[in-house]
Every structure is written in structure tokens, then in C-alpha cells.
């Protein structure tokens, strides 16, 4: 299944989902999205990792969020959220190179990627890529028409 969105996270928490002792992403909604995502650092500018969302469990009550503390990665003495939700996070690695990309305006949450079907260097050329691919990467970003930057997830064989 290709990567079709990237998760905000700030450095300390996504540190600890990297490093498989946080599997529980705590927000204030639920989500419906499941499968794989790219994990992008919060004001780096860079998708450092993937992982696979499995389920939301919620909303939670302060007693569940606490005795879960080792999933959350913390002890919480408050709900942070008006309902509070845990985002069922697996398989979580690190990129080997963070890859750069253009934070859209108004993002606070979700980044959309964009699959990239060809893998032809000509269809590349096209889409006017604006920033560097890593050699042996599997992430691409280019900008459209409308100045939207995009990041594109594409199977190399």
C-alpha cells in the first residue's frame, strides 16, 4: 500500500515512537486513516521515519491514559484534549536520511503525498522537481501548477 499522507509530531515524542517505546499517538480526534504513513519532524521540514496506524482506541479517561503510560510514552496528570483519542502506531523506522520537503500552508496534522505511478525520468523531468532526491531514497518532491509542494512515495525495482 503506498504512503498517500505524513503525520505532524513534534521531535520528542516522534523520537520515542522511533525508537519503539511510544506506540500510542495521543490526539484530540479520532482518525479513519490506516496503513502505512511517513513521519514528518514538526517545524524541521523533514519526513524522518515511517510507520503503520492500526487502530484509534478512545475516547480515553485520564484512568486509561495513565495506566497505558509506557504505550503514550509519558505520565500524563490531565487530559490535554476534551476527548482524547490514542492513534495505534506499528512498525515504526527511522529513514536512513531525513528528506527534505515545502510544509504546505495551514498543515497542523496531516501532509498529503502524492503517489508517484512512473517511474520514467522523463515524467519526473515534468513534474519539475524543486528539490534534491536522495540517491537510494524512495521519496521524491516536486511542485504542480497550483505551488503546492508535494512528496511522492514510489516503489523502486
Known sequence: MPITH??????????????????????????????????????????????????????????????????VGARHAELYYETTFAWVLHNARRLPKPVLYKHPSGAVIWVVLTLLAAKDQTQHRRLRTTSIHQPGSRLRTWSTSSSVTHLCFFTMS
Open 6 to 71: 505524513g503525520l505532524l509530531i513534534m521531535k520528542e515524542p516522534l523520537d520515542k515512537i522511533l525508537a519503539g517505546t511510544k506506540t500510542w499517538e495521543i490526539r484530540g480526534k479520532a482518525t479513519t486513516r490506516r496503513g502505512p504513513i511517513a513521519l514528518i519532524e514538526s517545524k524541521s521540514g523533514h519526513v524522518v521515519g515511517t510507520c503503520e496506524v492500526v487502530d484509534v482506541i478512545g475516547p480515553l479517561t485520564l484512568a486509561e491514559l495513565q495506566r497505558n503510560a509506557k504505550r
